[in-house]
């Protein structure tokens, strides 16, 4: 079991920054894949970013690729989302999660992963 806790959400104006982290509760954290996903209301959980946990691979989606950076410190058993330059289409649920056999083919998919934060909320206003 991983426990998976989101921190760092809040209110920004358009074109501000926030910073993520989603803290695990277990110490194999390195072997994980580890994804952000994001709801907005009435909408699909739709994803972000992941990192792979073997070499580190990041990959994002289109609508953020260039602004947001997601990180991983595998001592601290944290994952960070750095998003920059945010616009009020950013506003969501922000959720992190962890899987420990996703592949590169399945690792911006939400079903393929077992464990999922709590999620905070992020809110871009313009």
């Known amino acids: 079991q991983v426990q998976l806790v989101e921190s760092g959400g809040g209110l920004v104006q358009a074109g501000g920054s926030l910073r993520l982290s989603c803290a695990a509760s277990r110490r194999s954290f390195s072997n994980y894949a580890l994804g952000w996903f994001r709801q907005a209301p009435g909408k699909e959980r739709d994803f972000v970013a992941a990192i792979t946990r073997s070499d580190g691979s990041t990959y994002y989606a289109d609508s953020v690729n260039g602004r947001f950076t997601i990180s991983r410190d595998n001592a601290k058993n944290t994952v960070y989302l750095q998003m920059n330059s945010l616009k009020p289409e950013d506003t969501a649920v922000y959720y992190c999660?962890?899987?420990?056999?996703?592949?590169?083919?399945?690792?911006?998919?939400?079903?393929?992963?077992?464990?999922w934060g709590q999620g905070t909320q992020v809110t871009v206003s313009s």
């Open positions: 999660a962890a899987d420990r056999f996703n592949s590169r083919a399945t690792i911006s998919q939400a079903p393929s992963y077992d464990y």
